[in-house]
């Protein structure tokens, strides 16, 4: 079982940057692939990025495009997303996810934090 809690959410203008961080409860934690998505208003979820155990292997939604950085600290169970650059567009609930392969779904979901871009 993995409980997730996300953080770092809030209002910011366009070009500006926020950090996401998703606290992460288990004891395998560091085995799990971790994801970040996002719902605004009236949409569907949307894939924004993704990063496997090690670390090592990264994914991005295309509309990223070098913006959003997911990075983890296994020894702090914990998962960031750096967003730069933001947009109005980017304005949504974001959700930290975690599974325990690639080749499952997303089985643990956080209860989100808003992220508001003005422009």
């Known amino acids: 079982q993995v409980q997730l809690v996300e953080s770092g959410g809030g209002l910011v203008q366009a070009g500006g940057s926020l950090r996401l961080a998703c606290a992460a409860s288990g004891r395998t934690f560091s085995s799990y692939t971790m994801g970040w998505f996002r719902q605004a208003p009236g949409k569907e979820r949307e894939f924004v990025a993704q990063i496997r155990w090690s670390g090592g292997s990264t994914y991005y939604g295309d509309f990223v495009k070098g913006r959003f950085t997911i990075s983890r600290d296994n020894a702090k169970n914990t998962v960031y997303l750096q967003m730069n650059s933001l947009k109005p567009e980017d304005t949504a609930v974001y959700y930290c996810?975690?599974?325990?392969?690639?080749?499952?779904?997303?089985?643990?979901w956080g209860q989100g934090t808003q992220v508001t871009v003005s422009s």
């Open positions: 996810a975690a599974k325990a392969s690639d080749y499952v779904r997303y089985a643990y």
